[in-house]
């Protein structure tokens, strides 16, 4: 004699919905508007004028690219985790004034755009004291999956990362 079905044991249908792709089991969390990074400026930044090497900007946007999207509850090593790259195809920096040594420096950090298939981010770079602005800048990402292939930003990462207008001028 045969066993019973699962419907006639369970009530339920024996067919089992496919799971979700994994970036649509992302988290998501309410992102902050413009979000803030602090980084002191430390002696190996720094040329022998004691001011701050201009490469150095650029590791200080990815650190408060990267801070943005935890905020928003998702971390670069969770995307690329889920099968997501994001890939800094622009970076335009319009240096202002030169940071220092010693100086404690805000990063904020906010999403001008988001598209399909992009994401741009604004940075100031400022002293975090007096808002003395050091620099402005924009990055442009796009997204790709795990072949490096074009790829649409999951639902929730576009839902999530939503622009704001610029709080200072670029």
């Not at 002696?43 to 905020?71: C, F, I, K, P």
């Not at 598209?115 to 790709?144: K, P, Q, W």
Request: aromatic share 8%.
């Amino acid at each position: 004699m045969a066993s019973p079905s699962r419907r006639a044991r369970t009530g339920r249908p024996t067919a089992r919905c496919a799971p979700k792709p994994p970036h649509e089991r992302l988290p998501v969390h309410e992102a902050p508007a413009v979000s803030e990074t602090l980084v002191r400026v430390n002696y190996s930044e720094t040329d022998q004028m004691g001011v701050v090497y201009h490469g150095r900007y650029v590791v200080w946007l990815d650190v408060a690219r990267t801070e943005h999207l935890r905020h928003a509850g998702f971390s670069y090593k969770d995307l690329e985790t889920e099968g997501i790259r994001l890939v800094v195809t622009d970076l335009r920096v319009r240096y202002r004034l030169p940071a220092r040594y010693d100086d404690l420096v805000r990063i904020r950090c906010w999403v001008k755009d988001v598209a399909s298939r992009r994401v741009v981010f604004g940075y100031a770079i400022e002293d975090s004291a007096s808002g003395t602005l050091f620099a402005t800048a924009v990055t442009d990402l796009i997204c790709l999956d795990q072949t490096h292939r074009l790829s649409r930003l999951p639902d929730k990462v576009r839902r999530t990362l939503v622009a704001v207008s610029d709080p200072v001028r670029l």
